[in-house]
């Protein structure tokens, strides 16, 4: 008998260190997946093609020959790597594919036969899909408690130093491979799809959902090409925000860091200064390139925090705030400790 787990109890033993394989393709593995899982493609890209164009030319039944065609050689290597996969899991292997369907159900069954504990996600990724926008649209969110500041006040390091501390922390530019700003990409590696940002911001609430409150950072509604999922953005501007303050001297030098090898990343600056026109002109943006062309990193980053940055960010400034001025990144994280500490145990008193 096929041995198949609903999406609840197969999360559940995702935490307590099941193996998940994904044997979707990798173009579908790329766009999303359920956190943690491995892929082990049964089908290339191209091959999935070619079955899906046998299949609307003459039916289900010479769709899947070919497909048994395909995936027979292939069996002991699929096994081979799903077994080289298993060395630090505990308990069954749990697979799925797109709707739990004969893509998931043939790898189970191969694994079965030779031995190793294999279940069928039911649902497969669509269900799993279902549910992360359930969690967005019916979650009733505990306090969440923001740091905001101006641009280079070092709000993502405070951030994770608190999660060192334990601190509930929620790093959406993390999760979002984006710095949050009009130059948060560069640098960095491509942001995933929103779906995966979904996913992956839904597994690091669940990994929170016992704790009494959330800390994040203050973020518009998107963080490069992504969205912010509207209940969790709207929660964000309920609770007293943290506001750093810092000199422009060391905002300047934060950023600085934060952009390593910046005389490699010359080029790529150039766009994001140029979209600039619109709300700074011609002339403005001008002597912005002037000052990337002849290296000025310094005096180009303060000028932009003071000709753009500042003016543009200063209406988040919020009215329920706690200031805290940046002088190191540890006395400062300890500070907001202390301070969030505070509004928790004010928020308990009034309850």
């Known amino acids: ?53 046998l299949f609307k030319r003459k039916g ?17 290597a699929l096994l081979e790597r799903i077994e080289d996969f298993r060395c630090g899991h505990s308990g069954p292997v749990i697979v ?29 990724h669509k269900g799993f899909r ?10 009733e969110w505990p306090p ?18 608190l999660q060192q501390m334990d601190y509930p922390v929620i790093d959406l530019e993390g999760l979002a491979n984006h710095r ?10 491509p942001q995933p799809s929103q779906k995966q940002f979904d996913a992956l911001l839904w597994d690091r609430l669940s990994q929170l959902q016992d704790s009494p409150y959330l800390v994040t950072e203050g973020e518009s509604l998107h963080i490069g090409r992504l969205m912010v999922p509207k209940s969790f953005h709207q929660a964000m501007q309920i609770q007293t925000s943290v506001w750093i303050k810092a000199s422009l ?9 934060d952009y390593p090898a910046l005389d490699q990343l010359r080029e790529q600056f150039e766009r994001p200064i140029n979209a600039l026109k619109e709300r700074l002109g011609n002339k403005l943006v001008g002597e912005f390139l002037e000052l990337l062309n002849s290296g000025q990193w310094d005096k180009l980053v303060r000028e932009l925090m003071v000709r753009y940055y500042d ?29 969030l500490d505070k509004l928790i145990e004010d928020k308990d008193d009034l309850s």
């Open 249 to 257: 001297d060391i905002r300047t030098r934060i950023i600085l860091e």
């Open 1 to 53: 008998m096929q041995e198949t787990i609903e999406l609840e109890k197969a999360l559940e033993q995702r935490r307590n260190g099941a193996l998940i394989i994904d044997v979707r393709t990798p173009a579908e593995f790329a766009e999303s997946t359920i956190p943690g899982a491995m892929n082990v493609p049964i089908f290339s890209n191209e091959e999935r093609v070619q079955i899906g164009t």
């Open 96 to 124: 799925f594919c797109w709707r739990g369907g004969m893509r998931s159900l043939a790898m189970t069954s191969f694994m079965n036969l030779a031995g190793i504990p294999a279940r069928q996600l039911l649902g497969g």
């Open 130 to 139: 279902r549910k992360v926008l359930d969690f967005f649209e019916q979650q």
């Open 180 to 189: 949050g700003s009009a130059f948060g990409a560069l640098g960095l590696e």
């Open 311 to 339: 003016p543009l960010y200063m209406h988040t400034l919020p009215e329920r705030r706690i200031e805290i001025e940046l002088d190191t990144m540890a006395s400062v994280t300890e500070k907001v400790a202390v301070a």
């Open 60 to 76: 289900k039944m010479a769709a899947r020959k070919l497909g048994v065609e395909i995936v027979a050689p292939k069996i002991p």
């Open 144 to 161: 969440i408690f923001v740091l905001r500041g101006l641009t280079g006040v070092g709000k993502t390091r405070i951030l994770d130093r």
